[in-house]
Structures are given as C-alpha cells and as structure tokens.
T-cell receptor, first 114, second 117 residues
Framework: DTEVTQTPKHLVMGMTNKKSLKCEQH?????MYWYKQKAKKPPELMFV???????INESVPSRFSPECPNSSLLNLHLHALQPEDSALYLC?????????????FGPGTRLTVT | AQKITQTQPGMFVQEKEAVTLDCTYD???????LFWYKQPSSGEMIFLIY??????QNATEGRYSLNFQKARKSANLVISASQLGDSAMYFC??????????????FGRGTSLIVHP
C-alpha cells in the first residue's frame, strides 16, 4: 500500500478562520513533508518532519503551524491566512529523509482563502 | 542558480511514439538522487523513476527509462510508446545532502506533455 491520504480535498476559508489539514500514511515512513503548489508551478517545500521531529522549516509564516502527533499523521494548522495562500497543499512521505528515497504524495487539498 | 533545469515548458507527442523530457542538474555533492514525478490535472504527484548518483546503469521502470549522463549532469526521462494517459506535467527532482544533513528535495519547473491521438 503506497497511499498517502489527505483531508479535506477542498477547503474554503475566510481570513479570520482557523482550520486544519490532515495527512496520513501507513507505509511506516519516517519522513513527512508539506508542500504548497500554485498553478503551473513546481511544489514549494514548507516543512519536513523526520522521526516526528521538525527537521526543516522553509521560513514559512507563522500562520501555518505544522504538527506531527505520531509517525503516521501530519497536520497543518491554518490561522489568519491571506488570499495569496490559496493553493494546492500537498503532503508527502518517504521511508527516510535521505537521497535514495522517493516521495509518495497525497492527492492534495485545494485551499481557497476568501 | 537553479539546481534543476527543465528547458521544455511544453512538449507534444503522437500516441505510440517515444518522447524525451530534458533535465539538467547542478550539485557539488558526490551522493545525490534524481527523481521524476508525473502530475496529472487531478493534482496528485506520482513517483515514476529514480536514479542514484552511484548507479552505473540507467534506471528503467516499464515504459519509463532515465538517460543518466553524469559528466553532463543530465537525467532525461524517456517515455516509450506514449499513451493518452501520459498527458500530464512532469517534474524532475533531486535530493542532495545539504544543511546539516537534511536532504532537501528540489524540483524543476516542470514540462507539460500532451499526447495526441
């Protein structure tokens, strides 16, 4: 099973709302990632968790707050977002955080901030 | 400077023909990994093929093969016998050891492939 699931598929939120994106994998992978992707652009790395510890934060604004409650779950908490944060948010996992490991991506959450 | 360069924003190919998508990379590391991903319009990124920097032979996975030329720092994807379902965005990516041991994946800008019947 090489599946990464993400919920919700679509999310519309106002700039004062608080919402969360959820990502789950049951492949025993120890590295998990959040990406933001605008239309017709490559994904931009936001956060990396390795063995449930935050390994990389690519200078993401604090209105995005990641959380890794256990090795299978990754959340992204959203608060006071701006319209320019509207994008496809992709979660991915890999066996480890090393060069030889491919990433498996979820279907993404399409976020619209109004 | 870009670490991954994909010079073809768009490519067209006739069904059943082969197509090559170009990718060049820039790294000073000896150990790195090169990957190709496919992203259909639905949005999900699908892993296609991997080539390690120490691998002597070109990687192959079904209809996908990776033409790895280390001295030229190129890792082109070859899709044989194109199918209509191959129409998608294709991203070349690299993982190298940087920043205190973290292996940051870097993606190219992508190539949009359209397969004509």
């Amino acid at each position: 099973d090489t599946e990464v699931t993400q919920t919700p598929k679509h999310l519309v939120m106002g700039m004062t709302n608080k919402k969360s994106l959820k990502c789950e994998q049951h492949m025993g992978h120890r590295a998990m990632y959040w990406y933001k992707q605008k239309a017709k652009k490559p994904p931009e790395l936001m956060f990396v968790y390795s063995y449930e510890k935050l390994s990389i934060n690519e200078s993401v604004p604090s209105r995005f707050s990641p959380e890794c409650p256990n090795s299978s779950l990754l959340n992204l908490h959203l608060h006071a977002l701006q319209p320019e944060d509207s994008a496809l948010y992709l979660c991915a996992s890999s066996q480890e955080e090393y060069t030889r490991y491919e990433q498996y991506f979820g279907p993404g959450t399409r976020l619209t901030v109004t | 400077a870009q670490k991954i360069t994909q010079t073809q924003p768009g490519m067209f190919v006739q069904e059943k023909e082969a197509v090559t998508l170009d990718c060049t990379y820039d790294t000073s590391d000896q150990s790195y990994g090169l990957f190709w991903y496919k992203q259909p319009s639905s949005g999900e990124m699908i892993f296609l093929i991997y080539q390690g920097s120490y691998d002597e032979q070109n990687a192959t996975e079904g209809r996908y093969s990776l033409n790895f030329q280390k001295a030229r720092k190129s890792a082109n994807l070859v899709i044989s016998a194109s199918q209509l379902g191959d129409s998608a965005m294709y991203f070349c990516a690299m993982r190298e050891g940087t920043r205190g041991g973290s292996y940051i994946p870097t993606f190219g800008r992508g190539t949009s492939l359209i397969v004509h019947p």
